[in-house]
């Protein structure tokens, strides 16, 4: 089992039922092909830094889960296949990337 970050941009058009419909069908995919969820982050709705798709703006999400490498690639099909989704990012974590991702989620528990 490895660590992964995913992030993704969603559709800024999207409603608030079909972002969290979305984000609940990846999440089940995910649990589906054995992954142990670790952290769900909702980061809103953002300005981006160029105009993607002619949109200006999108909703950020962030999973972090451990799952087996074979899972990824069908996860990103589904990602490619969805035209929700404007951008999206996977990221194998070493062991310093876990540890700061750590630090992270407990700095934001406590600003909350």
Do not use: C
């Not at 972002?19 to 809103?44: N, S």
């Not at 990824?72 to 974590?93: G, N, W």
Request: glycine letters at 4%; hydrophobic letters at 35%.
């Amino acid at each position: 089992m490895n660590h992964y970050e995913t992030v993704f941009i969603l559709n800024p058009v999207l409603s608030e039922d079909q972002i969290k419909e979305t984000v609940k069908k990846y999440e089940d995919f995910l649990t589906d092909k054995g992954a142990k969820m670790i952290a769900k982050e909702d980061w809103g709705l953002k300005k981006l830094a160029y105009p993607i798709q002619n949109k200006k703006s999108g909703f950020y999400h962030l999973f972090e889960y451990q799952v087996a490498g074979e899972a990824i690639e069908p996860l990103e099909l589904e990602f490619r296949r969805d035209e929700r989704f404007m951008r999206y990012l996977t990221v194998k974590l070493d062991k310093h990337a876990v540890a700061w991702a750590e630090k992270r989620r407990q700095r934001n528990k406590q600003k909350a």
